[in-house]
């Protein structure tokens, strides 16, 4: 059974760093799509990032573009999310995304950007 597990997520200023986690198990790693996606409070689920499963090619959202950076740890079954300079509009419930015959969600982390 896959699961993905997120984490990392919390309260931070603008201008902040934050490191999200996503743990998976039930798959093989490395031989998928796997990507970040976010919701907003009262807005649609967007894709952040993305990086492919066999040549770890990656694209982002122009918004995240510079500040974000997704990588991947294929012996620790572990996705990760670097995000520097965070802004407000940033806020959001991350969740990781894998596409692995199946669609395959985790269950969110809660990122928020305040002073």
């Known amino acids: 059974q896959v699961q993905l597990v997120e984490s990392g997520g919390g309260l931070v200023q603008p201008g902040g760093s934050l490191r999200l986690s996503c743990a998976a198990s039930?798959?093989?790693?490395?031989?998928?799509?796997m990507s970040w996606y976010r919701q907003a409070p009262g807005k649609e689920r967007e894709l952040v990032a993305s990086?492919?499963?066999?040549?770890?090619?990656?694209n982002y959202a122009d918004s995240v573009k510079g500040r974000f950076t997704i990588s991947r740890d294929s012996v620790k079954n572990t996705l990760y999310l670097q995000m520097n300079n965070l802004k407000y509009e940033d806020t959001a419930v991350y969740y990781c995304?894998?596409?692995?015959?199946?669609?395959?969600w985790g269950q969110g982390t809660q990122v928020t950007v305040s002073s």
């Open positions: 039930g798959l093989t790693f490395s031989r998928y799509r």
């Open positions: 990086i492919t499963g066999t040549r770890g090619s990656t």
């Open positions: 995304y894998a596409n692995a015959g199946f669609d395959y």
